[in-house]
Every structure is written in structure tokens, then in C-alpha cells.
């Protein structure tokens, strides 16, 4: 009897760890998708990475590399990065680095004798 006993309450506690672990991987998927914004980095599940171009809905679209683009479902997005700042390219040149200033060659020591 006490056997039944240990068995039930082992179950409830296995079936409550379960149920408590399901809720923790909801609220971090939550999060993740939450996060996904235009401009972002993002890794997917297959292992394709890229830039967010543009969210519809539940869908979204990376792109790759240049000129290359793929839709998929934003639940296949595995990590995101921050959005990224494009980064505005200098009309200037960069100025020259300075040269360091020449040194003087030091004074010879009289030879010992």
C-alpha cells in the first residue's frame, strides 16, 4: 500500500516538472518572436543565417546574401541578434597616418683602450 502511495505521488511530481518545463519553453519561444524586428540577424533551425527584410504576419523574410532572399515561418527562427545599424560608408578618405619623427642617431662612445 505505501508502494502505491510513493508511486502516485512520484507521478504527480514527474507530470508537474514536465508542465512547469513546457510553460518555461513557451515563455522563451514567446520571447524569441517577440524579438524579431526588421534589420535583425537571425540564425534558423536548418542553420541558415541572414537579416530580417520584412515580417508579415507569422511569416518572414531573410535575406542571405545579396540580392538573395527566402520566406519562411518565423517559428523556424533559432537565435536573434540585435538589429543591425547600417553602417554609412565615407565619402572622405581616411586622413594619412602621421609618420613617427625621425630619431637621432646617438653619440658614439669613445672607444675603452
Keep these: 500500500m505505501s508502494q502505491d502511495v510513493f508511486l502516485v505521488i512520484a507521478l504527480a511530481v514527474l507530470i508537474a516538472m514536465m508542465f512547469m518545463s513546457s510553460r518555461k519553453r513557451k515563455k522563451q519561444a514567446e520571447t524569441l518572436l517577440s524579438s524579431v524586428k526588421v534589420g535583425s540577424s537571425v540564425v534558423l533551425h536548418s542553420g541558415i543565417t541572414g537579416t530580417i527584410v520584412s515580417i508579415d504576419g ?56
Excluded at 553602417?87 to 581616411?94: G, L, N, R, T
Design 58 to 113: 507569422d511569416r518572414a523574410v531573410i535575406e542571405t546574401t545579396p540580392g538573395t532572399k527566402i520566406a519562411f515561418l518565423k517559428g523556424a527562427i533559432r537565435t536573434v541578434e540585435a538589429a543591425v545599424k547600417p553602417v554609412a560608408e565615407k565619402s572622405a578618405a581616411k586622413p594619412a597616418a602621421k609618420k613617427p619623427a625621425a630619431k637621432k642617431p646617438a653619440a658614439k662612445k669613445p672607444a675603452a683602450k
